[in-house]
């Protein structure tokens, strides 16, 4: 199952050369977790419970990075995927990652590297946020931290690459999707992806009014786009009050 419908419906504006990742991993729980840490990254994120749709996903997005999670009572999944990866000559990287003996991941892995794979070193669970994150630098994957880079907010609204994603929200015990949340992005040509952290220090009220403005504007389009879908979400908007009270809303 690919679940990355959230990241652009509906489209709004070219969302830029955002990196991207593949996790094969059959574990719906877990799968968001690392897809959460991953976002937080400004990294966009496909998730498959299996290999079934892996390779004409991958010829289809070329994807930056691969996460496959090795089952120990299921390893001919895992070998399934890195034969599909060979198929397709994936030329990204590869991350094997799992429960079983490291011995057993050693394997898998010498066996990607046959296959032509980039194979990294596999990790054992749990991933520790502080490794992924590094992974994601090592691979010079997410948003690029600027010292003293970037655009303002302001000339990024006034050139209009500001885009707005939705992270979903997960019931993780009903294992359903039951919202969104609005997320700001600037995707800008020449700095890449930016994250709030970098665009949203110093910037003014008035421009953090038209960012929340588009914001909602945004917002209620995407919900009216899956109401006509038959779709029931709530999404929500993280707003400051000062910012809310600035808003021209009708009376």
């Known amino acids: 199952m690919a679940d990355r419908q959230f990241a652009n419906m509906p489209p709004q504006q070219p969302r830029g050369a955002a990196p991207l990742c593949f996790i094969v991993d059959e574990d719906f729980g877990l799968r968001q977790e690392l897809s959460k840490e991953l976002r937080r990254q400004a990294v966009d994120v496909v998730e498959f419970s299996n290999s079934s749709r892996l390779l004409g996903m991958v010829d289809d997005q070329n994807p930056d990075i691969v996460l496959i999670n090795v089952v120990g009572g299921a390893p001919h999944e895992s070998m399934r995927a890195l034969l599909a990866l060979k198929e397709c000559r994936y030329g990204g990287a590869v991350q094997l990652f799992g429960n079983c003996e490291p011995k057993f991941l050693e394997s898998l892995k010498v066996t990607g590297l046959d296959c032509g794979l980039k194979m990294l070193p596999p990790l054992r669970m749990p991933i520790k946020v502080a490794t992924l994150n590094g992974i994601i630098r090592e691979q010079r994957l997410g948003a690029p931290v600027t010292k003293g880079g970037g655009i303002s907010l302001k000339d990024a609204l006034a050139r209009r690459?500001?885009?707005?994603?939705?992270?979903?929200?997960?019931?993780?015990?009903?294992?359903?999707?039951?919202?969104a949340e609005v997320v700001a992005r600037i995707a800008d040509p020449q700095f890449g992806i930016m994250t709030p952290d970098q665009f949203l220090k110093g910037a003014e009220q008035e421009t953090l009014a038209d960012l929340t403005r588009l914001a909602v504007i945004n917002a209620l389009k995407t919900s009216a786009h899956f109401h006509k879908l038959g779709v029931a979400l709530e999404i929500s908007i993280n707003i400051t009050a000062d910012v809310l009270l600035q808003l021209p809303w009708p009376t």
């Open 161 to 179: 690459t500001v885009t707005f994603l939705y992270q979903p929200k997960i019931d993780l015990k009903a294992g359903a999707v039951t919202g």
